[in-house]
Structure formats: structure tokens, C-alpha cells
């Protein structure tokens, strides 16, 4: 009986002790924790829970071919995560890791499947270069620069960002859905994208918009009101001929990144979804903001109404009413087109909350 006992302490110690260490399979990653002594501050060979808890600066591991990060998931309280280059890995989970203020995977060219958690803390996201095909970013208010360019991302939903001030989704060529709530003085790089048309006329506080590269690109509205402000580029698009603005001559005289093919107009004939555009009827909406039913006054019947996201595409469509439930919608800014039955088309900016 006092061997079964002393046998029966020994497992039950030997498990209460592995309990304690985290699970680190990546030989690579393991490695790069346990030589580092703000980390293993007992300097053996394991990366014990309390270790991993209490840590609370950042993760370098620039370069280094890590290919399961296992573990970070104990790492609570890091503030920076910093992996570039890592060739080896395809899925990356930093979901657990709440504190996080900083984050860069650029370069990381394998990695396929990107996991973010709350972070309310996370102001910095670097995720470019990579082959991510989706990205759910965090629900925070302080984030100020996102760089998921040279990705295969297919939509792009920021949420209410108000600091964000940079945010480059160029080179994603499968991007078909980009959402982008007001912010204040934000720099968009939306080049070597294959969207058709692109609206940013309600975004006042834009400071750069650049939309180069674009081989499918037919028509830009960049009528935003503070044209003056704002720093344009759009070169290289072989399909547009017309980019609308707040005034030709000033944007023809102060904007040369263009190319030679490309007009300024105050109301080009085309808009994003490929109506005429003359805006003769009187039309208004309300409740706008809305989360569901939106009412249309118009002094013409109208025939039908179209809603577009921002990245031109038709998400909704209503035939002769005056009423129409936006409900299904996620919340950001979209544009109604609304045809009359006289043949008149008017477009009205709409906001979803």
C-alpha cells in the first residue's frame, strides 16, 4: 500500500508540474523563448504559465522560421508581436493575446489564415505581403495605421476607427468588398485592386487617396467636398476617361498624377453603377441614419432604386415604392441611385447604423 501511494504521488506531482509549463511544440519558437532571460527568468528549460503571464514586453522574432505558434496563446500580456519574413508558417492565432498594442507579419509569405482577437490596445497592424485571404480586424477605437497590402483579402471592414489616419488594402487583387466608416484625415492606398468603380464623395476629411494600377477601373468620384486638401493619384487605369471632383480647373491645374487619357469633371456621365447621373429630381431620405426602414419623398414617381457600397457594387435593389428596409445591411455608408419614371436619376448618400 505505501508503494501504490508513493507511486500515485509521484504522477500525480509529475502532472501537476507539466500543468504548469506551456505546451510549446515549434522547436523554433521554444528556442527563441527560452534564450531570451526577460522571459525565462529561471533560466531552465521550460516556459512555465506564470512566465508567459507576466511578461509584458514584446516578441522579436524577426525572420525566424517558425512554423507553429502554439503557446503564444499563454503570452497574455505582450504589447509587441513582431514576426517579418517568416516564410514557414500558414495559420497565425494572436486572438489571445489582449494587451497587444503592435503588430507586424509582413513578408510572412505562406501564411494564409490570420486570427485577431478584442485587442483593445492594438493602434499598429502590419499584415502585408502575406497571401491572407481573411482578416476580421479587431473591434477597437484606437487604431490608427492598417497595412494588409499584397494580400488575397476579398473584404475589408473597418470599424468605427476614428484615428485611423493610414490604411493601405493595395494589391489585393481579389478585393471586392471594402467598407470604411468616417474617419478623420485618412490616407487610402486602394492601387492594383480590380474594382470597376470606386465613390469617396462622403469622406470630407480624406488627406491622400491613391488609385493607381487599377486595370478594371471605369469611373472615380472623388467629389468630396475638400478637394483642396486632399493629395490625388490615379495613373495607370486604361479604362477611365472621366474622374469626378469638386472643381475641374482646380484639380486639372494642382493634380498631375493622372494619367493623360483621364478628364476632371464636376459631373461625370457615368457614375459607379453605370446610371446617368443629372440629379434633376428632388429627393430626400429619413430617417438617415438608419438601422431598418428608410423613407423616400421625391417629386417624381420613382421607378427604382439601387444601394452601392463603396466599392461600387449593388448590395440592394427596390422597384416603384417610397419605402425601402436597409435592415440586412452592415453598418457604414453606401449610395442610393434612384431612378424616376420621367428617366431622371438621382443619388443620395446613406448611412446604416
Known amino acids: 500500500m505505501k ?4 507511486t500515485i504521488s509521484i504522477i500525480c506531482t509529475t502532472l501537476a508540474i507539466a500543468q504548469q509549463n506551456v505546451n510549446i511544440p515549434d522547436y523554433a519558437f521554444k528556442q527563441y523563448l527560452l534564450t531570451n532571460t526577460n522571459i525565462n527568468t529561471n533560466a531552465d528549460t521550460e516556459i512555465s504559465v506564470n512566465e508567459a503571464a507576466v511578461y509584458t514586453g514584446y516578441l522579436n522574432m524577426n525572420g525566424a522560421a517558425i512554423s507553429n505558434f502554439t503557446g503564444l ?45 478584442g485587442h483593445h490596445q492594438l493602434s499598429t497592424i502590419d ?9 476580421s480586424l479587431p473591434q477597437n477605437n484606437v487604431v490608427t495605421y492598417i497595412d494588409v497590402s499584397g494580400n488575397n483579402i476579398s473584404s475589408i471592414i473597418t470599424q468605427n476607427y476614428p484615428l485611423l489616419t493610414t490604411l493601405d488594402v493595395s494589391d489585393n487583387p481579389s478585393l471586392t468588398n471594402l467598407t470604411i466608416f468616417p474617419n478623420a484625415a485618412l490616407n487610402l492606398n486602394i492601387s492594383e485592386t480590380n474594382f470597376t468603380g470606386l465613390n469617396f464623395s462622403s469622406f470630407p476629411n480624406f488627406t491622400h487617396i491613391s488609385v493607381s494600377n487599377c486595370p478594371n477601373l471605369e469611373s472615380l468620384n472623388v467629389a468630396n467636398g475638400s478637394n483642396t486638401s486632399l493629395i490625388f493619384e490615379a495613373t495607370n487605369n486604361p479604362n477611365l476617361t472621366c474622374i ?50 428608410v423613407n423616400l419623398i421625391s417629386s417624381e414617381t420613382i421607378e427604382a432604386v439601387h ?40 443619388t443620395k448618400k446613406l448611412v446604416k447604423n
Open 73 to 117: 496563446e499563454a503570452f497574455t500580456n505582450i504589447v509587441g508581436f513582431n514576426n517579418t519574413g517568416n516564410t514557414a508558417v500558414s495559420t497565425l492565432d494572436i486572438s489571445g493575446c489582449f494587451n497587444l498594442a503592435y503588430f507586424d507579419c509582413s513578408g510572412s509569405v505562406g501564411l494564409t489564415t490570420l486570427t485577431m482577437g
Open 244 to 293: 469626378e471632383v469638386d472643381d475641374a480647373a482646380y484639380s486639372t491645374t494642382n493634380w498631375n498624377n493622372v494619367d493623360a487619357t483621364a478628364s476632371f469633371s464636376e459631373n461625370c456621365s457615368a457614375s459607379t453603377s453605370g446610371l446617368s447621373k443629372n440629379n434633376t429630381a428632388s429627393l430626400s431620405l429619413y430617417p438617415n441614419p438608419s438601422n431598418g426602414i
Open 127 to 135: 499584415a502585408s505581403n502575406c497571401q491572407i485571404s481573411t482578416l
Open 307 to 346: 444601394i452601392f457600397n463603396l466599392a461600387g457594387a449593388e448590395v440592394l435593389e427596390f422597384n416603384q415604392t417610397n419605402q425601402m428596409d436597409i435592415s440586412e445591411l452592415t453598418q457604414g455608408i453606401y449610395t442610393a441611385v434612384v431612378k424616376t419614371q420621367d428617366g431622371n436619376v438621382s
Open 3 to 6: 508503494t501504490l501511494v508513493f
